[in-house]
């Protein structure tokens, strides 16, 4: 199979997208607080972002069940996690890369938003992310 991006372009996207979270005032606390081995998120979420673009099976984990987990989440947390995403893969020079990548986040964000509201508040119809 052919490849859209290779794995050193996956590492830098995923290097550069923690770096701004870690210092982005609404999202850095979250993952500040829950992450104490930074290099092996990176690695894993390098793995995610492979199995993902690169069809490659890396990725083992269960995020719905870990973001569920987490207290507060809100629409407007996603919808900044998306911003600065973007931001990210708008540096990129591999267009295809940057707007596979762009479509899948938005799905994948929405999909766990929507699990996390089914999980939190059952009794509330699920509030769809702002998407611009
Ligand atoms: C409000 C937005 C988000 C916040 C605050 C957030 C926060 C976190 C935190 C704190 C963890 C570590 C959890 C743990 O190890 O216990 C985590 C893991 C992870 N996140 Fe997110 N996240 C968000 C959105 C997303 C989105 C949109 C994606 C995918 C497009 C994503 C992909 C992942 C993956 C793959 C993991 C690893 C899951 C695993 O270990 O099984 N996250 N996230």
């Not at 052919?2 to 550069?16: A, Y």
Request: contains cysteine.
């Amino acid at each position: 199979m052919i490849s859209m991006c290779s794995e050193e372009e996956i590492r830098q996207m995923v290097d550069d997208f923690y770096a701004k979270v870690r210092r982005d005032e609404q999202l850095g606390p979250i993952f500040n607080s829950r992450i104490d081995d930074w290099d092996h998120h990176l690695v894993k979420l390098t793995d995610f972002w492979s199995s993902l673009l690169r069809g490659t099976t890396r990725f083992a984990g269960s995020p719905m069940t870990k973001h569920i987990a987490l207290p507060g989440l809100s629409a407007a947390l996603f919808q900044r996690w998306l911003q600065l995403f973007h931001e990210t893969t708008q540096t990129l020079p591999n267009r295809m890369m940057a707007e596979r990548a762009d479509a899948m986040a938005q799905r994948i964000a929405r999909s766990l938003w929507f699990g996390y509201q089914t999980s939190h508040r059952p009794d509330v119809l699920a509030e769809e992310l702002d998407l611009r």
